[in-house]
């Protein structure tokens, strides 16, 4: 079982930060990867920020230069997104996402979920 366990989230003005952290436990051997999605009422769930097991990053393009995604240095279990110069149009519910090698096929990845934390930018 894997658990992943939000927080963060909140109401800021817009120009304002946040920082949103994710711990990752339980059978979590074989994660490749950590990310962000959000989604908001009537769209698709869109990929905000992926960080994988070499620190390769990669941002959705109405983020790049503001986010920062990053993981802990000791047991890489945690994941974080520092959002800078925030927009209205960033707010969404904003969900972690992990990667984890199917243990009868380490070929597939499985996609576990957080259960998604509000994120609001006032204007």
């Known amino acids: 079982q894997v658990r992943l366990v939000e927080s963060g989230g909140g109401l800021v003005q817009s120009g304002g930060s946040l920082r949103l952290s994710c711990a990752a436990s339980g059978n979590i051997s074989g994660m490749t990867a950590m990310g962000w999605y959000r989604q908001v009422p009537g769209k698709e769930r869109e990929m905000v920020a992926i960080?994988?097991?070499?620190?390769?990053?990669?941002y959705v393009d109405s983020v790049q230069g503001r986010f920062t995604i990053s993981r802990d240095d000791a047991k890489n279990t945690t994941v974080y997104l520092q959002m800078n110069r925030l927009k209205p149009e960033d707010t969404a519910v904003y969900y972690c996402?992990?990667?984890?090698?199917?243990?009868?096929?380490?070929?597939?990845?499985?996609?576990?979920w957080g259960q998604g934390t509000q994120v609001t930018v006032s204007s």
């Open positions: 996402n992990v990667r984890i090698e199917r243990r009868t096929d380490r070929s597939k990845l499985d996609p576990y």
């Open positions: 960080i994988n097991n070499s620190d390769n990053t990669k």
